[in-house]
T-cell receptor
Framework: SQQGEEDPQALSIQEGENATMNCSYKTSINNLQWYRQNSGRGLVHLILIRSNEREKHSGRLRVTLDTSKKSSSLLITASRAADTASYFCATARITNSKLTFGKGITLSVRP | EAGVTQFPSHSVIEKGQTVTLRCDPISGHDNLYWYRRVMGKEIKFLLHFVKESKQDESGMPNNRFLAERTGGTYSTLKVQPAELEDSGVYFC????????????????FGPGTRLTVL
C-alpha cells in the first residue's frame, strides 16, 4: 500500500498567496522529506523534518509534522510563479533507508 | 560541490535490448539509492548501496535488473532484456552515512534518466 499520500493532488493559486500542501502516511517514521520537481527536471530537496520535531522553517517554507495523526504539511508563503512545480513528500522508516513517496501535488502559481 | 549526475539523460531502446544506466553520487556519500517512476505512478525505491554493498534490494522488480557499485563510487543499473513496462524515469540519490557529518541523511537526487522501451 502507498505510504505517502499528498492532498490536494493539484493546486492553483495567484502569485503572492500562500500554498498549503498536506501529506499523510501510514507507518511510523524516522523522518519525512519534501521535494520539488520542476517540469522534466530532477528532484530538489526542500526540507527534512525528523519524527521528534514538530515544525521547521526554511526561507518561505514551513513544514509541520504531527506524528499522532501521521501527517505533515508544507506551507509556501508569498508564492511566486517560479514555485510552479510538483511537490512530493517522502518518508523514511529508519535513518539511512529508502524513501517512500506519494504521488505528488501539482502546484500552479499564476502571475 | 558537484551534485549527483546520471548518464544518459535519455535512452530509447527496442524491447529485448540491453541498457546500462550510470549514476555518480556526490563525492564522499556512502549511501547510494536507485528509484524509478513509471508513467502515472509514484516514485518507487529499487535498491540501496552502502559503499559497495547492497544494503536493501527489496524494490528490484525482477532478475532482469542488475545493479553494481564496484569500488563504492559510481553505480550502474543494467536492464537486460528490456521490456515495455520498464519505461520510466530512473533516479539515483546519494546521502552521507549518519554519524560522519552533522547527522543529516538528506537524500540528494540526480536529474534522472528517461528510459523508453519500444
Amino acid at each position: 500500500s502507498q505510504q505517502g499520500e499528498e492532498d490536494p493532488q493539484a493546486l492553483s493559486i495567484q502569485e503572492g498567496e500562500n500554498a498549503t500542501m498536506n501529506c499523510s502516511y501510514k507507518t511510523s517514521i524516522n523522518n519525512l522529506q519534501w521535494y520539488r520537481q520542476n517540469s522534466g527536471r530532477g528532484l530538489v530537496h526542500l526540507i527534512l523534518i525528523r519524527s521528534n520535531e514538530r515544525e521547521k522553517h526554511s526561507g518561505r517554507l514551513r513544514v509541520t509534522l504531527d506524528t499522532s495523526k501521521k501527517s505533515s504539511s508544507l506551507l509556501i508563503t508569498a508564492s511566486r510563479a517560479a514555485d510552479t512545480a510538483s511537490y512530493f513528500c517522502a518518508t523514511a522508516r529508519i535513518t539511512n533507508s529508502k524513501l517512500t513517496f506519494g504521488k505528488g501535488i501539482t502546484l500552479s502559481v499564476r502571475p | 560541490e558537484a551534485g549527483v549526475t546520471q548518464f544518459p539523460s535519455h535512452s530509447v531502446i527496442e524491447k529485448g535490448q540491453t541498457v546500462t544506466l550510470r549514476c555518480d553520487p556526490i563525492s564522499g556519500h556512502d549511501n547510494l539509492y536507485w528509484y524509478r517512476r513509471v508513467m502515472g505512478k509514484e516514485i518507487k525505491f529499487l535498491l540501496h548501496f552502502v559503499k559497495e554493498s547492497k544494503q536493501d534490494e527489496s524494490g528490484m522488480p525482477n532478475n532482469r535488473f542488475l545493479a553494481e557499485r564496484t569500488g563504492g563510487t559510481y553505480s550502474t543499473l543494467k536492464v537486460q532484456p528490456a521490456e515495455l513496462e520498464d519505461s520510466g524515469v530512473y533516479f539515483c540519490a546519494s546521502s552521507h552515512l549518519l554519524g560522519l557529518t552533522s547527522g543529516t541523511d538528506t537524500q540528494y537526487f540526480g536529474p534522472g534518466t528517461r528510459l523508453t522501451v519500444l
